[in-house]
């Protein structure tokens, strides 16, 4: 079964500062998405990584995928307000021949002014 | 349309009864997801169509949920006999092909009192 491990599961951090959120997976796959959920909101894409290596970034985030260490990590730089909410990982493996995502539990973050 | 569509939003119904939940997914989409999201958790994986047929249906709990998606384009998730413990938000997404990125929508937030 593959489990999917997010950590931490809570960060509260001071505007300014650097972090990175942690997203281990027990199964072979080459993947993997992070996902962006705002309080009563849905899922908003915030990066897919393809191959192991991959590496995107995207304003103050940057993603990065490591399919031999089966390890994503997820680096917040000079953290704003803005950035709050809660961040999920979620991994693609092919379920006998379908496609469905298996989440993490999400990072729930605050960013205090 | 320019989304994922979920309607209602929001369905409190009383233990017992039976609810449907839409789904329209992005036009020209042929992959379809739905998800269930507890509270403070990561959403679960229930079932997966490319086009009318469901390719993965391995995530419904039990019997009295299912899904039916008869002209590859809306879907409708049944659950019958509903419980307290089916109280959670269920989200949709869709893709354009079934390993691609998949666009969640805003989630029906059922409750069963």
């Known amino acids: 079964e593959l489990k999917v491990e997010q950590n931490p599961l809570f960060l509260s951090m001071q505007e300014g500062k650097n972090y990175t959120i942690y997203c281990n997976y027990s199964t072979t796959s080459d993947r993997l998405y992070w996902y962006r959920q705002d309080p009563g909101k849905s899922l908003e894409s915030l990066f897919v990584l393809l191959s192991n290596g991959a590496v995107k970034q995207e304003g103050r985030l940057m993603a990065s995928l490591d399919t031999k260490a089966r390890l994503s990590t997820l680096h917040i730089t000079a953290a704003v307000h803005d950035l709050s909410a809660t961040y999920f990982c979620a991994v693609d493996i092919r379920r006998g021949g379908a496609d469905g995502l298996t989440f993490g539990k999400g990072t729930h973050l605050i960013i205090q002014p | ?113």
């Open chain 2, 1 to 113: 349309g320019a989304g994922v569509s979920q309607t209602p939003s929001n369905k409190v119904t009383e233990k017992g009864k039976y609810v449907e939940l839409r789904c329209d997914p992005i036009s020209g989409h042929t992959a379809l997801y739905w998800y269930r999201q507890s509270l403070g958790q990561g959403p679960e994986f229930l079932i997966y169509f490319q086009g009318t047929g469901a390719a993965d249906d391995s995530g419904l709990p039990n019997d009295r949920f299912f899904a039916v998606r008869p002209e590859g384009s809306v879907s409708t998730l049944k659950i019958q006999r509903t419980e307290r413990g089916d109280s959670a938000v269920y989200l949709c997404a869709s893709s354009l092909v079934g390993n691609a990125e998949a666009f969640f929508g805003q989630g029906t937030r059922l409750t069963v009192v």
